[in-house]
C-alpha cells in the first residue's frame, strides 16, 4: 500500500470500495469502484460518461458512507464532455503526470485553455512548537501542634472564720418572755472560697497566605526538518538547442 493511499485510508477509515461519492455542491457523482496507490475509481453515472479517476487529495470529508469532494460541479464540468481528450488518459491526468488536452477536432473549442505540464510537487517539512504543562516540584504547608505549660497569676478571695468571746455587759438585757432558752441548737455561717477554673478557646494569632505567581519568557527550541528542491539537468542544452 503506497504512502497516499494509507495516509488517507488512516484519516478517512471508512473510505472503501462501493460508498457514494458527492461533489462540494451536494451532487451524487457515482460509486467508488477501485482503490489504488495514489488514486481511486469512481463508477460512471448520470455525471459522468465514463468511469472517472480521482485523486485522494480531491476528498474533503468522508461522513455517514459518503464521500465529499472538494471539486464543485464547475470544476467537473469538462468531465461530462464525452469527446474531451482527457477520458484517454484520466489516471496520467488526474494523478498530475500528464496535462489534458483535447482531441484534435476539438482543439480550436478548447483553444488557450490548455498547455502542456508536468507537475513536480516540491514538498517542505514545517515545525510546530506545542506547550504541555509539566510538574516540577510542590510546596507543602503543614500545620504542627505543639504543647507547652503556661503560668499566670489569678487573685482569688476566701472567707476565714473568726470567733471571738466577749463577756455580757451589766445593761445586756435579759432574754425576752418566751424565747427558748438552755436548748441545744446549731448555727451554720458558710465559709467561702473562690477556685479558678481553666477554660480553653482557639484564638487567630497569624495567618500564613500563599500565592502563585505565573511569568513568561521566551525559550529558543530547534528541531530539524527536510525539504526538496530540484536540479534540472540538460536545460541549457535545450535553450542553446533551441536558440540555435
Do not use: C
Not at 38 to 57: M, Q, S
Not at 136 to 148: D, L, P, Y
Not at 174 to 197: R, Y
Not at 208 to 223: A, C, D, F, L
Amino acid at each position: 500500500m503506497a504512502l497516499q493511499q494509507a495516509t488517507y485510508l488512516n484519516r478517512f477509515p471508512t473510505l472503501r470500495l462501493g460508498i457514494s461519492v458527492y461533489s462540494k455542491d451536494g451532487e451524487k457523482l457515482g460509486k467508488i469502484t477501485n482503490l489504488f496507490d495514489d488514486y481511486f475509481i469512481l463508477e460512471k453515472g448520470i455525471f459522468f460518461p465514463k468511469d472517472f479517476t480521482l485523486r485522494y487529495e480531491d476528498i474533503q470529508d468522508v461522513s455517514d458512507d459518503t464521500v465529499y469532494l472538494r471539486l464543485s460541479n464547475e470544476d467537473l464540468t469538462e468531465w461530462k464532455n464525452e469527446s474531451y481528450a482527457g477520458w484517454q488518459q484520466t489516471e496520467g491526468i488526474n494523478t498530475g503526470r500528464l496535462s489534458a488536452s483535447p482531441l484534435d477536432e476539438y482543439k480550436d473549442q478548447y483553444k488557450g485553455r490548455f498547455t502542456e505540464e508536468t507537475k513536480v510537487p516540491i514538498v517542505e517539512e514545517e515545525l510546530n512548537a506545542e506547550k504541555i504543562q509539566k510538574q516540577v516540584g510542590e510546596v507543602k504547608v503543614r500545620k504542627i501542634v505543639h504543647t507547652e505549660l503556661r503560668h499566670f497569676t489569678v487573685p482569688v478571695t476566701r472567707e476565714e472564720v473568726s470567733i471571738t468571746r466577749v463577756p455580757a455587759s451589766a445593761q445586756a438585757e435579759s432574754l425576752p418572755p418566751g424565747e427558748a432558752s438552755f436548748q441545744e441548737t446549731t448555727i451554720n455561717v458558710p465559709v467561702m472560697e473562690e477556685e479558678v477554673k481553666i477554660t480553653k478557646r482557639p484564638v487567630v494569632k497569624e495567618e500564613i497566605r500563599i500565592s502563585k505567581e505565573r511569568t513568561t519568557e521566551e525559550k529558543v527550541v530547534e528541531g530539524e526538518i527536510r525539504k526538496e528542491d530540484v536540479s534540472i539537468e540538460g536545460e541549457e542544452a535545450l535553450k542553446r538547442k533551441k536558440a540555435g
